[in-house]
């Protein structure tokens, strides 16, 4: 079993920046691909970004191209998510997800560990 604690959320102004982190515990953390999803009231859980088990590769959705960072420490068993230039589109509920295979996934579906999610919220 792999327990996820994100942390990291908070309020932020058009422009900020925020940097999410997901603490993994229990089993091999370095073994898991590791993505980041958010959920927006009223919307579907669509994933932000995602990351291969070494980190040689990743995944960033359209919207946060360019804007949103993911990198992971093995060493440390967590995953980040740097947010830069936030936009009040980007203000959810977003979420850590640990895959038992090397290689992410762009479904939900796919992921078996879950945090409890952090809130983010970007005043315009």
């Known amino acids: 079993q792999v327990q996820l604690v994100e942390s990291g959320g908070g309020l932020v102004q058009n422009g900020g920046s925020l940097r999410l982190s997901c603490a993994a515990s229990?089993?091999?953390?370095?073994?898991?691909?590791m993505g980041w999803f958010r959920q927006a009231p009223g919307k579907e859980r669509d994933i932000v970004a995602a990351i291969n088990w070494n980190g040689g590769s990743t995944y960033y959705a359209d919207s946060v191209k360019g804007r949103f960072t993911i990198s992971r420490d093995n060493a440390k068993n967590t995953v980040y998510l740097q947010m830069n230039s936030l936009k009040p589109e980007d203000t959810a509920v977003y979420y850590c997800?640990?895959?038992?295979?090397?290689?992410?996934?762009?479904?939900?579906?796919?992921?078996?560990?879950w945090g409890q999610g952090t809130q983010v919220t970007v005043s315009s």
């Open positions: 229990g089993r091999t953390f370095s073994n898991y691909a």
């Open positions: 997800a640990g895959r038992s295979r090397y290689l992410y996934s762009l479904s939900l579906n796919e992921y078996d560990y």
